[in-house]
């Protein structure tokens, strides 16, 4: 069977690596006039607050006009913004972001027209122009034109604020810590319009990322943590560095795990509604247990913000009722606003959730039920022998293939993936205690260096 083309430039979030090697104004024009010879209309382009984003900018710009798209520039703003602009009223986009990545990174996303990050199949495509420089570069007369329209990031803004009763937050301290990213035009404005009081920290833009690196971890949050704490804010809540992501301090100052997150908005929403709630197989078994026990059912997918929102989408095309969307790493999607991860809709809801509930938050999240995840990596060149002998080694379990190999043992899981990017393969083992965990992953472990093994043989 000839195996079928895979993606070799854009991973599952797009084009990313450090700029002047890997990425270059040269790539990102090819990547512009490619995007450009397959779509047509008004096309909008944005970007984070990266330090190489205006010269990257430029370049995707350069390739969308060369090849007869008219782009709308709506400057540093939000992934999620952006996403939810293309939705409402472009005929498709483009983010340079590297999202998480460290400062010296940037790279691409390409969005189509109804706000969701372009496919793996049309991506294939997109690629293959890339490699064989096949666009369709106009004359003189056919260029598109540019228009800036900055402005524009409001009606994002607008749209989640008028989700939510007036005042909702009112009595609400908040505070915030945008990552000198591109929320910092936009959650503390949410926030203040839903009616809390919003103190802030890494609030200015800066590419340089002074304050924290853009992944939001723990120990970059000593900052916000501190904050909350002296303040006597309800809560905190820090982004990654293009917003699409959440996460959150509670009033005592402590780091929330993004699985329980996930999980108390699930319960939320799960109260509320019934339906389906879509996530990759990597998120804790956590959010099952509480949609289940709410009646509405998990559906899992490839680990990916794209296969979540193209499941979501597809069971509402097959007009099944879906409740939530997301993964265990703080990126939410809420299918009434729009099917892409969303930071600054996913503070909004924390805010309802808080105001609701008439609780502090440590609380909320400690009345969830208990999970003990361990994440591991291996490195190896040889990932697909080893997960062979894997899979017939782990026959007689309980066994999904939807991404790796996942065994599921009642409440308890593992999950071992090849890495699409590096060479390595990714376990994570979950139980409802430390012990058991512990167990699990000894045993999967043991297979691992067991194959591992034969392999150096
Ligand atoms: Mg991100």
Redesign the pocket.
């Known amino acids: 069977m000839k195996k079928a083309p895979s993606k070799r430039l854009f991973g599952t979030n797009g084009v990313r690596g450090v700029v002047g090697t890997e990425i270059t104004p040269d790539l990102v024009y090819k990547i512009g006039a490619a995007f450009g010879s397959m779509r047509s209309g008004r096309i909008a382009v944005g970007r984070d607050t990266r330090t190489s984003g205006e010269t990257l900018l430029h370049a995707l710009k350069a390739g969308l006009l060369g090849t007869g798209c008219n782009v709308v520039d709506c400057g540093i703003l939000p992934?999620p913004a952006l996403q939810f602009l293309i939705k409402e009223e472009f005929d498709g986009g483009a983010m340079i972001?590297a999202?998480?990545n460290p400062p010296e990174y940037n790279g691409v996303k390409i969005i189509e027209s109804d706000g969701t990050e372009m496919g793996d199949e049309e991506t294939i495509k997109l690629e293959q122009r890339i490699f064989d420089q096949t666009f369709s570069i106009k004359p003189w007369n056919e260029v598109g034109i540019e228009t800036s329209a900055s402005h524009l990031v409001e009606r994002y803004i607008d749209a989640i604020v008028t989700q939510f009763p007036p005042d909702i937050g009112k009595g609400i301290v908040v505070a915030v810590d945008p990552g000198s990213g591109p929320a910092c035009r936009t959650t503390p404005e949410i926030l203040k319009r839903m009616g809390c009081r919003v103190l802030t920290v890494n609030g200015v833009m800066d590419g340089t990322f002074p304050g924290r690196l853009p992944e939001p971890t723990p120990e970059g949050l000593a900052e916000l943590s501190g904050l909350v704490v002296s303040s006597g804010a309800s809560f905190g809540i820090a982004h990654?560095?293009?917003?699409?992501?959440s996460v959150f301090v509670d009033e005592k100052g402590h780091y929330i795990e993004e699985n329980r997150e996930f999980a108390l908005v699930a319960k939320q929403f799960c109260t509320q509604q019934k339906g389906f709630v879509v996530t990759p197989v990597s998120t804790s078994n956590l959010v099952e247990a509480i949609s289940s026990s709410n009646h509405c059912e998990v559906v899992y997918t490839k680990v990916g913000s794209i296969y979540v929102a193209r499941t979501m989408l597809a069971l509402i095309h097959d007009k099944k009722k879906v409740v939530l969307g997301g993964e265990g790493n703080g990126?939410l999607i809420f299918p009434n606003h729009q099917f892409c991860?969303d930071g600054g809709m996913t503070a909004a809801v924390m805010v309802s959730i808080v105001a609701k509930n008439n609780r502090n938050l440590s609380s909320l999240v400690k009345s969830l039920p208990k999970r003990y995840m361990i994440k591991e990596k291996v490195k190896t060149k040889n990932a697909s022998v080893i997960m062979k002998e894997l899979k017939r080694a782990l026959m007689k379990e309980h066994l999904d293939e939807t991404d790796g190999l996942k065994i599921t043992r009642g409440s308890s899981w593992a999950l071992i993936r090849a890495s699409g990017t590096e060479p390595l393969l990714r376990i994570i083992v979950e139980s409802e205690n430390k012990t058991d965990t512990g167990k699990f992953f000894n045993e999967i472990w043991g297979l691992i260096a067991e194959s591992l093994k034969s392999d150096h043989a």
Not at 240 to 245: F, L, V
């Open positions: 992934t972001t999202s998480h990654d560095g293009d917003a699409d992501r990126g991860r």
